[in-house]
């Protein structure tokens, strides 16, 4: 896998799971990326600005589809539904926040398809509705590719200081398992050899 394949996936995965359909495993190329980025094959900047374009563009075409046909089909696929109690919360915060619940519901599952597939029906314009989709996408990817990014850096460096002594563990424990089938075949022959020149001499 290059560097370009991330980029694409990354932009793919974040449309589709910008557009607010659940359950879209987006961590694990937050996790490649970082550690390109550690490696200096891929760029920081670069990563957090194609996954809020590509968040971005999955944000504003779940907008457009729930403001027109999806709500019905989103009802008739229970899977992909939007919860009652989502809902009920969305709207709730869309009173208490205004446009700031887009930005806020990035970060709650509960909340953000709703949000996003039912934000046209709360009365949020496309202009607002996309000005605050921009700072939602922006902060979370930031937030998702920097903590990727330190995450790689934290693991790998515990892996480079105590692989000579993981190496050695492994080995003993190699080792160990080695001798303990050595001495258990030993042990089997010996034993079926006694029993079968026992049966001989009787």
Not at 31 to 53: D, E, H, K, N, P
Not at 110 to 132: D, E, N, S, V
Request: charged content about 10%; overall charge positive.
């Amino acid at each position: 896998m290059t560097p370009n394949h991330i980029y694409v996936l990354l932009f793919g995965l974040l449309l589709i799971e910008g557009i607010g359909i659940p359950g879209v495993p987006f961590e694990p190329v937050f996790v490649a990326a970082g550690y390109f980025i550690r490696q200096g094959q891929l760029s920081f900047v670069v990563a957090v600005l194609v996954g809020t374009v590509a968040n971005l563009a999955g944000n504003t075409l779940g907008y457009w589809l729930g403001a027109s046909t999806m709500p019905g089909l989103f009802k008739r696929f229970s899977r992909f539904s939007p919860t009652e109690k989502g809902q009920t919360m969305a709207r709730r915060w869309f009173e208490r926040y205004g446009g700031m619940t887009v930005v806020v519901s990035r970060w709650f599952g509960l909340i953000r398809t709703p949000t996003i597939i039912c934000a046209a029906a709360m009365g949020i314009r496309p202009a607002p509705y996309i000005f605050y989709s921009a700072i939602g996408a922006f902060t979370w990817t930031l937030a998702w590719q920097y903590g990727s990014w330190k995450g790689v850096n934290i693991a790998l460096r515990w892996w480079d200081r105590h692989l000579l002594r993981t190496t050695l563990l492994l080995n003993v424990m190699l080792a160990g398992l080695l001798l303990l089938i050595v001495v258990g075949g030993i042990y089997l022959y010996l034993k079926r050899y006694y029993l079968y020149s026992g049966g001989q001499q009787d």
